[in-house]
């Protein structure tokens, strides 16, 4: 198993920035891709950006140039740079991690961390 704690959410106005980190513990071994997925009121959680373990990023085009998804995978943890922060970037932000053991593929979540962006 893999716990994924988050932290780093928080009230932030338009054009502010935050941090989330995502720590993974336990069994990181069977981890690859790491990211963060957001939910927003009366949304469907969606992707925000993924890292693999070799330093591949994908971005989702709303975030692309104001996001940064960057690992240290010496402490198992990926950090997620939000800059120039708007009101419809409100949401929990979830943190995920993806891989596989053995022949299964696994997947894991963490508990979620409210960003909110005030107008």
């Known amino acids: 198993q893999v716990q994924l704690v988050e932290s780093g959410g928080g009230l932030v106005q338009a054009g502010g920035s935050l941090r989330l980190s995502c720590a993974a513990r336990?069994?990181?071994?069977?981890?690859?891709?790491m990211g963060w997925y957001r939910q927003g009121p009366g949304k469907q959680r969606e992707l925000v950006a993924t890292i693999t373990s070799g330093g591949r990023t994908n971005y989702a085009d709303s975030v692309q140039g104001r996001f940064t998804i960057s690992r240290d995978n010496a402490k198992n943890t990926v950090y997620l740079q939000m800059n120039s922060l708007q009101p419809e970037d409100t949401a929990v932000y979830y943190c995920?991690?993806?891989?596989?053991?053995?022949?299964?593929?696994?997947?894991?979540w963490g508990q979620g961390t409210q960003v909110t962006v005030s107008s």
């Open positions: 995920n991690a993806q891989g596989s053991r053995g022949f299964l593929p696994v997947m894991y």
């Open positions: 336990g069994l990181i071994g069977s981890i690859n891709t």
